[in-house]
């Protein structure tokens, strides 16, 4: 009997406290969870609930005046009013950082006005980095888009500059992702020169932060979102490798994302590389990295750009980043669009043209063809899968192992390629490219007679081969309606 009654009280002890633990846990929320309220261009006020049990406050961690919370502070249960100032701009955001004692930090965010959407994006966009100085960007501008590259980007040394080169690219019918010391020093003034320039596409924030930075990029962009959110600002990560490993990768860009305010994600990793004099390889690590970035990508329902190289250098005395041929552009190209990049960066445009076109200028031009010619299929689409073939997978990477019906069969040669199931409006596609740079890959595949190809000019045409060859770095595409 005593042991009965221990048990029993002691189970009476345990609930009592789990119940208490309950009720203690700290908690905020606003008006059932909301992270986001929008207002359109007139002043405004809104009140909304707060549900809490212990000390909450807001931080103005934007900086900005036009959109307030009153109070700023409580405690438990209550309400708070959101004034907004009436706008002509295009659109601005505010973040206000929510710090209850005891419960999750978060954020709240008040955007007003039409901010920048992705989605929006009617050109594709294939981006040059650096190469144009302003004294000749009038006249490359237009070299540069012959070459199929519709946005540059580029940085100088004073806003006047920087000024003068947006209306040299507005001229030649290009846009701009770019910065100048005044935008970190003079935030307000500076956003308020460049923002209402047509040419203007994003503003250049960082390339390759690390970790601590990011609280600061975080803070300036929202600065800049807080006067103008209709331009994104733009930062680029470090590829896996170069920033601690694949095993801590998709953290940090996690971090990234947390921490700056950022629509698209951006990255740079050139794959193809020798090293100390042997032939060129692909790194390991790169599907990996693509794998990560969509990931992350569309958990945050973003899009994200990647990189091709066009430049030859040398990073350190091991490593060397040949001249590349058309069969390597098109492998990086590809095998992006593929694992859903929405954007295309070549590094650098000094690469393609510098003071006259480059070995590479044509290749580049080529590749940029094709890129746009296949736009209606990438352009906006929703990548479903992306899984591999041959008899050596990529790090971090999936078999292929189940098709669509469509598909009845679908093999290659050894070498392997990248498959990849997408979605667009009421179109299926299936895009396979060769993962070998250097040799032609026999693409064998049974196919429902509903099912077409897609040629590299854009042009939906039967399938009349069911044993294709593949040229090196290239690209197969089927379609059908769903």
């Not at 959109?67 to 249960?77: D, E, I, W």
């Not at 947390?258 to 004099?277: K, L």
């Not at 510098?354 to 906006?380: C, G, Q, W």
């Amino acid at each position: 009997m005593k042991k009965t009654l221990l048990a029993i009280g002691l189970l009476a002890f345990l609930l009592f406290s789990c119940g208490d633990n309950e009720e203690q846990r700290a908690f905020f929320t606003i008006e059932d969870s909301l992270t986001e309220l929008h207002f359109d261009g007139q002043e405004e006020s809104r009140t909304l609930s707060i549900s809490s049990n212990t000390d909450w406050k807001f931080v103005n961690t934007s900086g900005q005046t036009w959109a307030t919370l009153s109070p700023m502070q409580g405690k438990g249960n209550g309400s708070v009013i959101v004034t907004v100032k009436a706008t002509q701009t295009a659109g601005r955001s505010a973040v206000f950082d929510i710090v209850p004692n005891g419960a999750k930090r978060s954020q709240f965010v008040i955007t007003q006005g039409k901010g920048y959407d992705p989605n929006e994006e009617d050109d594709f966009p294939i981006v040059a980095w650096t190469g144009i100085n302003a004294e000749e960007s009038a006249a490359k501008f237009l070299s540069m888009k012959e070459a199929g590259i519709n946005i540059y980007l580029g940085w100088y040394d004073n806003l006047a500059t920087t000024l003068r080169v947006l209306d040299a690219a507005q001229s030649a019918g290009v846009k701009i992702i770019t910065s100048c010391p005044e935008l970190k020093s003079n935030v307000g003034g500076t956003v308020k020169a460049m923002m209402n320039k047509p040419a203007l596409h994003s503003y250049y924030i960082g390339d390759e932060p690390e970790l601590s930075e990011l609280q600061g990029l975080g803070f300036w962009c929202s600065q800049i979102n807080a006067i103008d959110n209709r331009h994104p600002c733009y930062v680029n990560l470090y590829p896996n490798w170069a920033w601690g490993g694949t095993s801590s990768y998709a953290n940090k860009v996690q971090a990234c994302l947390n921490q700056v305010p950022v629509p698209y994600i951006s990255f740079d990793h050139y794959p193809i590389v020798s090293i100390d004099g042997a032939p060129t390889v692909i790194r390991p690590e790169w599907y990996s990295n693509l794998e990560d970035i969509s990931a992350a990508a569309r958990a945050k329902g973003i899009p994200f750009w990647a990189f091709v190289l066009a430049l030859s250098h040398n990073p350190d005395s091991h490593h060397l980043y040949p001249i590349p041929t058309v069969a390597e552009l098109r492998l990086q190209a590809f095998s992006n669009l593929v694992y859903g990049a929405q954007g295309i960066q070549y590094f650098t445009y000094w690469g393609i043209y510098h003071d006259a076109p480059t070995e590479v200028y044509d290749r580049v031009k080529t590749v940029n063809r094709e890129i746009r010619n296949l736009s209606s299929v990438f352009h906006h689409a929703r990548v479903i899968s992306v899984c591999h073939t041959g008899t050596q997978l990529p790090f971090d990477t999936r078999p292929l192992s189940t098709l669509p019906p469509q598909i009845q069969s679908l093999s290659t040669s050894d070498g392997g390629a990248v498959v990849s199931l997408l979605e667009k409006g009421d179109n299926r596609y299936l895009a396979v490219v060769n993962r070998d740079y250097r040799n032609p890959m026999t693409l064998t595949v049974q196919i429902d007679p509903a099912v077409k190809q897609i040629n590299k000019t854009g042009a939906i045409v039967a399938v009349n081969d069911h044993n294709m060859q593949v040229e090196a770095g290239d690209i197969v595409i089927f379609t059908w309606k769903k």
